[in-house]
T-cell receptor, first 115, second 115 residues
Framework: DTGVSQDPRHKITKRGQNVTFRCDPISEHNRLYWYRQTLGQGPEFLTY????????KSRLLSDRFSAERPKGSFSTLEIQRTEQGDSAMYLC?????????????FGAGTRLSVL | SQQGEEDPQALSIQEGENATMNCSYK?????LQWYRQNSGRGLVHLILIRSNEREKHSGRLRVTLDTSKKSSSLLITASRAADTASYFCATGPQSLTGTASKLTFGTGTRLQVTL
């Protein structure tokens, strides 16, 4: 158990619907990351936060995607008007934010299926 | 986008044999890490090697890093059925500020260890 919790584990939705995922990081970690992973590929970076500030967003994060981390604790990732291409595993990770020990601890992921 | 490639894409060995996976990356790095992912689950950190290190050991794992060739290898000795998983290398970008940020993952090697 890595300590990072993601909810839900699975989400099935119809195209055009909005979905929201939640991530609870390890409590003392100030950095929180979102990645997306499609079948047979490695995780691809989406965005990350230091405390409540969103420091970087990938070009993969279209305007239909939004992420928040209110109060620097849990984070949510929302996808509006879902498309079939959004089907993937969405992974959350947290870390202490030091380069020398940028070890990221991952949650089990939320698997999204868009029908 | 993926940072680089892992080689081979898939590897099947018998229990007790050694498994070697290679990773190539494209940009200058602070460190390189290896993660394991069991089917449909989140990633688990295995080992981190800094850019000024050439080799590192942890239990049955041995990692080498050649920054001149932008490549790394992961050796798992005396493999077990429980080692069956996908293995990913991940790199963190160089940072002058000492702060950590996103990881860029390779495409992964799927290891199957049979009895």
């Amino acid at each position: 158990d890595t300590g990072v919790s993601q909810d839900p584990r699975h989400k099935i939705t119809k195209r055009g619907q909005n979905v929201t995922f939640r991530c609870d990081p390890i409590s003392e970690h100030n950095r929180l990351y979102w990645y997306r992973q499609t079948l047979g590929q490695g995780p691809e970076f989406l965005t990350y936060f230091q405390n409540e500030a969103q420091l970087e967003k990938s070009r993969l994060l279209s305007d239909r995607f939004s992420a928040e981390r209110p109060k620097g604790s849990f984070s949510t990732l929302e996808i509006q008007r879902t498309e079939q291409g959004d089907s993937a595993m969405y992974l959350c990770a947290s870390s202490k934010g030091q380069v020398a020990k940028n070890i990221q601890y991952f949650g089990a992921g939320t698997r999204l299926s868009v029908l | 986008s993926q940072q680089g490639e892992e080689d081979p894409q898939a590897l099947s060995i018998q229990e007790g044999e050694n498994a070697t996976m290679n990773c190539s990356y494209k940009t200058s790095i602070n460190n390189l890490q290896w993660y394991r992912q069991n089917s449909g689950r989140g990633l688990v950190h295995l080992i981190l090697i800094r850019s000024n290190e050439r080799e590192k050991h942890s239990g049955r794992l041995r990692v080498t890093l050649d920054t001149s060739k932008k490549s790394s290898s992961l050796l798992i000795t005396a493999s077990r059925a429980a080692d069956t998983a996908s293995y990913f290398c991940a790199t963190g970008p160089q940072s002058l500020t000492g702060t950590a940020s996103k990881l860029t993952f390779g495409t992964g090697t799927r290891l199957q260890v049979t009895l």
